[in-house]
Each structure stands twice: as C-alpha cells, then as structure tokens.
C-alpha cells in the first residue's frame, strides 16, 4: 500500500525552527517528484514546494522563499521540510505529497499523507 | 486571493446534478490540465480528477471534468450523502512557477 507519514509538527514561537518529516512506503520513492502541500485552518490548499528525484530542481511559493529548505534522501525513503523564521500565518497543516506526472502542462499531485500541524504562536 | 476561482459553496438534493466551475487564465487552465480533489470533513485531500477529465481507479463514475479555454468544471451526477465534502480545482501556473488551487467549494447535501 502506498503510504506518506508526516511527522515533526508542533507548537513554536515566531521565529522559530521547525523539521518536518515525511517517511513513505509502499513505491519507488527515489523515482518520483515530491510535494509539500499546507492548509491553513478554515482555509483552502496552498502548495509550498516541490522537489524532483535526486533534489537538483527545487520550487517554493514566493511567501516561504528564503526561509524553508525541502530535501530528501532517498535511502531512507524520506522528505523533509526546514523551515526556520516561522510566522503566525505559517500555522496549518502540512501535507507531505506525491507528484505524478511533473511536467508543468500535465502536473498532479496523486498520494497525500494524513498531514502533521505546525502551530506557530507566542 | 486564490489564483483560480471557484464558487464557495454549491448544493443539490439527492440524486440531483450538481456542476463546480473553476475559472483561471492563460498561465494555468490555458496552457496546462486541470486537477480536482475532494477532501472530506477532517480528513487529506484525495484526488479526484486529473488530466482534465480522467477518474483514478477507484472513483465513481459519477464525477466527472471537463474543460474549455480558461475554465472548467467538475460535474457530480446522482448526488449522494457521503459526497458532502470539499472540492479544489488545481493546475500549474507557468507565470509562478507553483502548482495553484482554487479556494475550495463546499458540496452540501440537502
């Protein structure tokens, strides 16, 4: 069965660090595009960064560049998300996800994990 | 504001057709295909449509997508209870280099 587990979220103060985690399973990690997708509460989907098979081609949202890093190792099946400078509009669930097909003109994201929530708040 | 936008709310009886436009420019819905997903109440997002008008294995015929220059739209026919959910449109954007999504539609059964 594929799987995207997420961990590491929690509470943290403006300012602050935070290490998101995303184990999967259950597929070839090392030949996919990955995603990480956030949701802020009450609010819609907005997606932060992408990364391609061996992390030479990365994207960010404009609101997070320059303050998150997203990486993966591929031997441990796992992708992470750094993000340091953390703001109060930063709160929301965070969704590690798998990119299908990652051509622009035909590019979907097919697997979501159950998603991790990052509160950042004094 | 969202990129791509979508009516907030939408409803229909049971068994009745219910449509979801999704409106976006020349950037995104022009040049690229179309995604949806369905997340319902507390739970992540699924996939729903991709490609347009394409069902991943698994999802009822009941929905399907469609697209027309800058537009498109999801269509759930024979509505039922457990589709009360929300629904994003998404596709990439080539002006900002980022996969966008609509605000969402939240579907009520009535």
């Known amino acids: 069965e594929v799987q995207l587990v997420e961990s590491g979220g929690g509470l943290v103060q403006p300012g602050g660090s935070l290490r998101l985690s995303c184990a999967a399973s259950?597929?070839?990690?090392?030949?996919?595009?990955m995603s990480w997708v956030r949701q802020a509460p009450g609010k819609g989907l907005e997606w932060v960064a992408n990364?391609?098979?061996?992390?030479?081609?990365?994207y960010f949202v404009d609101s997070v560049k320059g303050r998150f890093t997203i990486s993966r190792d591929n031997a441990k099946n796992s992708l992470y998300l750094q993000m340091n400078s953390l703001r109060a509009e930063d709160t929301a669930v965070y969704y590690c996800?798998?990119?299908?097909?990652?051509?622009?003109?035909?590019?979907?994201?097919?697997?979501w994990g159950k998603g991790t929530t990052v509160t950042v708040s004094s | 504001q969202s990129v791509l936008t979508e009516p907030p709310s939408a409803s229909g009886t049971p068994g009745q057709r219910v449509t979801i436009s999704c409106s976006g420019s020349?950037?995104?819905?022009?040049?690229?295909?179309v995604n949806w997903y369905q997340q319902l109440p507390g739970t992540a997002p699924k996939l729903l449509i991709y490609?347009?008008?394409q069902r991943p294995s698994g999802v009822p015929d009941r929905f399907s997508g469609s697209k027309s220059g800058t537009s498109a739209s999801l269509a759930i026919s024979g509505l039922q209870s457990e589709d009360e959910a929300d629904y994003y449109c998404?596709?990439?954007?080539?002006?900002?280099?980022?996969?966008?999504f609509g605000a969402g539609t939240k579907v009520t059964v009535l």
């Open positions: 996800a798998r990119v299908a097909l990652p051509a622009a003109r035909y590019y979907y994201i097919n697997v």
């Open positions: 259950g597929f070839t990690f090392s030949t996919h595009w």
């Open positions: 990364i391609n098979q061996d992390g030479s081609e990365i």
């Open positions: 020349s950037s995104n819905i022009g040049s690229n295909t």
């Open positions: 490609s347009n008008n």
């Open positions: 998404a596709a990439w954007d080539d002006s900002l280099n980022g996969y966008v």
